[in-house]
């Protein structure tokens, strides 16, 4: 039996915006930690976290910032690496982590395979002079091309309620991960993009068997 395909919402900014994703039934929320319209202060999400249910992952995002400060402050589950961070710093990550590639080629697939240590490895578009979250699509073959890889994969960069069934079929991930689109403005969610998007997840995963469970 397959396993479900994993829903994470990022950009998690208040309270509000966090229980509407959870009642949406979103397994993670990802709070960012670097430059952003969403990033959020340590303080901040530790309130927010404070206030979630039990059984639900807080994944917090860095761009070539060391986290050990901010976990100090903030109970996070796991370290998502959006940066250019080593294969060793990856490694050293005190809690769980994601290693997430900016990708347009196959070429980009090379460096992947470096970061084993890593507890899944997330895909999204390369846009010059972005760091972080793109909000573009990138090339969906190219996930296809990490598959049996060995490592969990996560697939993220301009997902939408409409697309993201198209996105599951061709990928086969082991989660999706949105910001941008389900959100009313920037910054905040929009509950029933949430509703929408978490519903054509689970009904896209139920027809699809992830390579890595």
């Known amino acids: 039996m ?15 915006d966090a229980l509407d994703a959870v009642d949406a ?18 303080i901040d999400a530790a309130e927010i976290i404070r206030e979630l249910p039990p059984f639900l992952t807080t994944v917090g995002l860095f761009v070539d910032e060391a986290p050990e400060p ?10 998502q690496f959006h940066g250019a961070e080593s294969p060793e710093r990856v490694a050293a990550c005190p809690v769980r982590s994601i290693k997430a590639f900016r990708v347009r080629c196959s070429e980009d697939l090379a460096q992947i395979r470096a970061y084993r240590a890593a507890s899944a490895w997330l895909l999204d578009a390369y846009v010059p002079g972005v760091a972080g979250g793109t909000g573009h699509r990138f090339p969906w073959a190219l996930a296809n091309e990490v598959q049996g890889w060995g ?22 991930p082991y989660g999706v991960d949105v910001s941008t689109g389900v959100e009313r403005s920037p910054g905040r969610k929009d509950p ?9 997840a689970r009904s896209a995963g139920a027809l699809t068997c992830p390579a890595s469970e």
């Open 192 to 200: 029933v993009k949430l509703r929408d998007f978490v519903q054509a």
């Open 151 to 172: 490592g969990r994969l996560i697939v993220a960069g301009g997902l939408t309620p409409e697309n993201v069934a198209e996105c599951i079929g061709q990928t086969r």
């Open 70 to 79: 901010v976990l100090r402050e903030c109970p996070l589950d796991v370290i």
């Open 2 to 16: 397959s396993a479900p395909v994993r829903v994470k919402i990022c950009g998690i900014t208040c309270i509000e």
């Open 25 to 42: 039934g979103a397994d993670a929320l990802g709070f960012i930690f670097a430059p952003s319209p969403r990033r959020i202060e340590p």
